[in-house]
């Protein structure tokens, strides 16, 4: 069986449903395919900066949070292990979700415009040449343009041939569980992040309605010992031990964004393409924009003819790249400070420029020298 549309997506995420909302909002036939069910667990920590919810209501409108909101605080707390290195308050609240709601929600919203969404279709084969996606029970979906975003795990972008090795090198593995909130010692109402668990990354702890999201990110090379390193994180908070709490993990884009993002009639958005911010590994508000970004490249190659590749990784290296090459060279600097003089450097570098760095994470000022940033 083959459906035809003017646009297939592969992934339903953040990504996805940006680009259908765009894309069905002009009036275009689109599709999206995911190999799950909505709604579905996803792990996240589930924190919204302020570019984030701005690009969410440009994308979908005001109100696109309502009902969807679990969490606001502008208290914030960053740790070396058990030294406190940095606190203070945050100029614009950090919002934090369940991504099981939001996700939903976004795509309630692009299928309200009128895209088509198939739900366990799990996308076995891309033919980036004949703009095609093949699922695991044998149908075809064709459009005119692919976008691919299929998470980390892509098929779209193995199909693309992106190198694999270098793709590899800049993984990271996350690990994360949920308890119960009255498992950790003390009342935690805002975001907390450490220091000095893994090498080069970090764990957090972010509060929710229904407990406390604890996990740990870091960097895949050498092949650390990911359950020994998260045994050692549970243990220092006081909940090795706990029964029946699941461990959720997965690979994460952390450095290893695609300078060619396409190929063919397909474009890869969101994880697939490597779009994460390489400090703290923030991916939501860059898989909404790079989503948003493929959707607007496909709009204009089809009203005026044209390949849409090209102008697409353009307007990345323009808008985004500049912030993922800064926020790079951040965390090896503020890593080498750790592993070379300690978390006491670290702790001041990070408390002196706390108030910048933090108008940085929501995007106010740029990564690159905190000046001002202003976004398209």
Not at 92 to 103: A, G, N, S, T
Not at 284 to 291: D, H, K, N, P, S
Not at 348 to 355: E, Q, T
Request: hydrophobic share 45%; glycine share 14%; charged share 25%.
């Amino acid at each position: 069986m083959t459906h035809e549309y003017d646009v297939v997506i592969a992934g339903a995420g953040p990504a996805g449903s940006a680009a259908a909302a765009v894309l069905a909002g002009r009036g275009l036939s689109v599709a999206v395919l995911d190999r799950r069910e909505f709604p579905r667990n996803k792990l996240c920590g589930g924190l919204l900066t302020w570019k984030t919810r701005q690009i969410l209501e440009r994308v979908f409108g005001p109100g696109v949070l309502d009902g969807a909101t679990d969490h606001v605080s502008d208290r914030y707390e960053i740790f070396h292990r058990d030294r406190l290195l940095a606190e203070g308050r945050s100029p614009e609240p950090f919002v934090l979700v369940k991504r099981r709601i939001l996700d939903l929600r976004l795509l309630e919203l692009a299928r309200a415009r009128g895209a088509a969404f198939f739900p366990n279709r799990a996308v076995a084969e891309c033919r980036p040449e004949r703009g095609e996606l093949a699922t695991a029970g044998g149908e075809v979906f064709r459009g005119r343009y692919v976008i691919g975003a299929d998470g980390a795990g892509s098929v779209v972008r193995k199909r693309l041939g992106a190198d694999r090795e270098a793709w590899r090198k800049g993984l990271a593995g996350a690990v994360e569980i949920l308890v119960p909130r009255e498992a950790l010692p003390g009342a935690v109402d805002h975001p907390r992040l450490y220091a000095g668990f893994v090498d080069t990354g970090y764990g957090w702890v972010f509060p929710n309605s229904d407990g406390m999201v604890v996990g740990l990110c870091g960097l895949m090379r050498g092949k650390p010992d990911y359950p020994r390193l998260l045994r050692d994180f549970l243990g220092f908070h006081g909940l090795l031990g706990m029964r029946g709490v699941a461990v959720y993990g997965h690979p994460l884009p952390y450095g290893n964004y695609l300078k060619t993002p396409y190929g063919g009639r397909a474009l890869l958005a969101g994880d697939a393409g490597g779009f994460v911010e390489p400090l703290l590994g923030e991916g939501i508000f860059y898989a909404l924009t790079t989503g948003r970004y493929a959707a607007e490249a496909v709009i204009e190659a089809l009203d005026r003819g044209g390949e849409p590749g090209p102008a697409y990784a353009r307007r990345i290296r323009r808008v985004l790249v500049p912030e993922f090459r800064a926020a790079n060279a951040l965390r090896w600097t503020l890593f080498a400070l750790l592993r070379g003089a300690g978390p006491g450097l670290m702790g001041g570098a990070v408390r002196l420029f706390s108030g910048p760095l933090v108008q940085a994470v929501h995007g106010l000022r740029s990564y690159r020298f905190l000046l001002p940033k202003t976004w398209d």
